[in-house]
């Protein structure tokens, strides 16, 4: 998310599809953020597209359906060459369990004009696509208070 954030500090146009989050779920602080950053006229766009938090499906045809629609949304921004940085949060969850495949993401990154940055998050990224990155960045929980506390999802740090 740091990436947007100097995006728009430099007002260059960027866009967000958030893949797993879902508007009604929680209070997201990233999505607020932005929201915020866009009131003020800031060239950003968020799109709030899963089906929530949750990494088990109860369905896996709705779930689909939600990851390919977030999917198309996001080719419509890949595809325009006004926005230079598009951010596919948790879009590598969509992936690990089947609701989009990697051929299909592949083949839609290749159609992102040159200058664009497409930034794709989300744990387990598919080694096809961590070949074809320029940049891979990988987090590693080491320690968190839900495993080792029971403490919930906390605004401001999960969400």
């Known amino acids: 998310m740091n990436l947007v954030y100097r995006h728009l500090a430099h007002n260059l146009r960027a866009a967000v599809v958030q893949f797993v989050k879902h508007s009604e779920a929680y209070p997201d602080g990233d999505r607020l953020l932005l929201s915020r950053l866009q009131e003020l006229g800031f060239p950003i ?11 088990e499906t109860q369905d896996r045809d709705r779930d689909t359906q939600t990851a390919q629609a977030a999917w198309n949304t996001a080719l419509t921004y890949i595809r325009d060459p006004a926005y230079k940085t598009i951010l596919l949060d948790e879009i590598n969850i969509a992936l690990k369990h ?5 051929d299909q993401v592949l083949a839609g990154l290749a159609e992102k004009p040159e200058e664009t940055h497409v930034i794709l998050t989300g ?24 495993r080792e506390q029971g403490v919930k999802a906390q605004p401001g740090i999960e969400y």
Request: proline share 5%; glycine share 12%; hydrophobic share 45%.
């Open 123 to 146: 744990r387990g990224a598919p080694a096809e696509l961590i070949d074809q990155a320029d940049l891979v960045t990988e987090m590693t929980l080491v320690k968190h208070p839900f």
């Open 98 to 102: 089947g609701f989009l495949t990697v």
């Open 45 to 55: 766009t968020i799109h709030t597209l899963g089906g929530g938090f949750t990494w």
